[in-house]
């Protein structure tokens, strides 16, 4: 591997290549230290003809690539394997921010830039990337759009996919594909950025984007609510979604369990009387004036005898120590030790059935695991976790299956927002019908018929040619 990594070193220079264990260690483990794996080395190019040119070498030389970003995901996508020679490329160094147009309302950005700081960017010419995750202050536009990231306003906006309109991606040749344009209508031809977005690095490096922006919606109303059951939550999503529909940016559920996490993990007070459930409400305009037709909302709610408890943030500050609740959930389930995942989406309809059949199997499977139950609920994504501590009790090893079977039996999807990386891919094979297995491999052969991006991670892995 000498040659290999002499070649390396011409092309991406001392700051681009690192082989040095401890400065390598970070890249090599996730977010949730869940999984490990070694590399040769890690890779920092500071510009898209380097990241060209170190996917040429390693194509020459059969080395694997596993591209990261801010290294935030949840799936494992970022980490190598130890399935044969593998390179971690890293985005890290490419953080360039283009001016706004606040008119034509586009960004170019490259790959590494974190999505905290394009949106405070956009911020400053009056325009916002309504992109919003606990993880903004680490996680890449390129991871974001890798993994087709959703979030905390997907309910209004969409997700990831909704605000690329343009990419520049390095395939597995080398070869670098421009498409940043800054179009919104654009049926000239197959759009092929979509096969990169959400496809979590299987089919190439995303270097840079166009990214779609909104008008800044500069007033917002934000209430914690306490509801005795989930179809309360639900017709409670129903009467804001009649009343100011346009306005509802968030809609987020929190169980009493996991907001008991967040008091006592992080040290949060939660302000509202404990319910079953909790749901941070977020409606918001460019306009003036909607404290006042939220305010009607809620005694609408009340009177109708949805809501047990609630509160209305009076100020900016006390909206963001609201929001503060729901997004340490993930962090306070951190604390706890080992969890397992599960991040699924439904028809709302179906909701119900599917928590109380979890809740039945669980007890009979695995009696000493806890559930931590939050999501968006107004997208109808649920985050069922089980935190099973530092020693898995017995039973823990059929929980995934078992709350994935109950998903396919209710129409649902396994993985809602955050992606297969290695932690679903099985799951993702046992569940999927041949032909779309069969649909993705055969993309993947046409791409990277030598299965060099990313190997293992949300595509089956088949042989390549010999
Ligand atoms: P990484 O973790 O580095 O990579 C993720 C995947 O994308 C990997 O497969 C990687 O190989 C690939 N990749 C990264 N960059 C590139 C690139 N330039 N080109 C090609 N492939 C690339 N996700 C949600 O959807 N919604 C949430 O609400 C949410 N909340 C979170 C909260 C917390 C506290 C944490 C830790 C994570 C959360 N996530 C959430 C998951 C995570 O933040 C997102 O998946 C995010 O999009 C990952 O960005 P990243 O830059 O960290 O990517
Ligand atoms: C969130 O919504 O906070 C994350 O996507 C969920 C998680 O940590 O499971
Ligand atoms: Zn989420």
Redesign the pocket.
């Known amino acids: 591997m000498k040659p290999f990594l002499d070649g390396l070193s011409q092309c991406l220079g001392p700051a681009g290549l690192v082989t040095d264990p401890a400065e390598m260690a970070p890249h090599l483990t996730?977010?949730r230290r869940m999984f490990s794996g070694p590399a040769l080395a890690v890779l920092r190019p500071g510009s898209t003809d380097q990241v060209s040119a170190a996917v040429r070498l390693c194509a020459q030389h059969g080395v694997a690539i596993?591209?990261?970003?801010?290294?935030?995901?949840?799936?494992g996508?970022?980490t190598p394997m130890g399935t044969g020679p593998q390179v971690v490329l890293s985005?890290a160094r490419m953080t360039a921010i283009g001016t706004p147009d606040p008119i034509g309302m586009v960004v170019e950005v490259q790959?590494?830039a974190i999505l905290q700081r394009v949106k405070e960017v956009a911020a400053g010419c009056g325009r916002q990337l309504p992109i919003s995750?606990?993880?903004e202050g680490?996680?890449?536009i390129?991871?974001?759009?890798?993994?087709n990231?959703?979030?905390?306003n997907v309910l209004r906006y969409g997700m990831?996919r909704d605000f690329a309109l343009g990419l520049e991606v390095v395939l597995p040749d080398g070869t670098v594909a421009n498409g940043l344009k800054p179009l919104r209508k654009d049926n000239a031809g197959f759009d092929w950025k979509h096969l990169?977005i959400g496809s979590?690095?299987a089919f190439?490096?995303?270097?840079a984007a166009v990214l779609r922006l909104t008008p800044a919606t500069r007033h917002r109303s934000v209430a914690l609510l306490s509801v005795q059951d989930l179809p309360a939550a639900i017709r409670l999503l129903g009467l804001f979604q009649d009343r100011i529909g346009e306005t509802l940016s968030a809609f987020e559920l929190i169980s009493a369990e996991a907001m008991r996490l967040v008091e006592t993990r992080c040290g949060l007070a939660c302000p509202v009387a404990d319910g079953a459930w909790f749901l941070l409400v977020e409606v918001a305009s460019s306009l003036d004036g909607l404290a006042g037709a939220m305010e009607a909302t809620l005694e609408a709610a009340f009177g109708a005898g949805l809501v047990q408890d609630g509160t209305l943030a009076a100020s900016e500050q006390q909206a963001q120590s609201l929001w503060a609740l729901r997004e340490h959930v993930?962090?306070a389930e951190s604390r706890c030790g080992k969890s397992l995942k599960h991040d699924v989406s439904l028809p709302l309809r179906r909701m119900e059935a599917f928590l109380d059949s979890v809740r039945a199997r669980l007890a009979e499977l695995a009696p000493a695991a806890r559930l931590n139950i939050f999501g968006?609920l107004g997208d109808g994504n649920l985050h069922v976790n089980v935190i099973l501590g530092e020693t898995p009790p017995a039973g823990a090893s059929g929980i995934t299956a078992m709350v994935h079977d109950l998903i396919a039996e209710a129409g649902g999807s396994i993985s809602a927002?955050?992606?297969l990386?290695q932690y679903r891919l099985d799951e993702w094979c046992r569940l999927t019908p041949r032909t779309g297995r069969d649909l993705a491999i055969g993309i993947k052969r046409a791409i990277d018929p030598n299965c060099l991006m990313?190997p293992g991670?949300?595509i089956p892995v088949f042989s390549p040619p010999k």
């Open positions: 996730d977010w596993v591209p990261q970003g801010g290294n935030t995901g949840l799936a996508g970022a985005l790959a590494g995750l606990a993880a680490s996680a890449t390129g991871g974001v759009i890798s993994t990231a959703g979030g905390l990831a990169f979590e690095g190439g490096i995303v270097t993930t962090e968006h927002e955050h992606g990386g990313n991670k949300a």
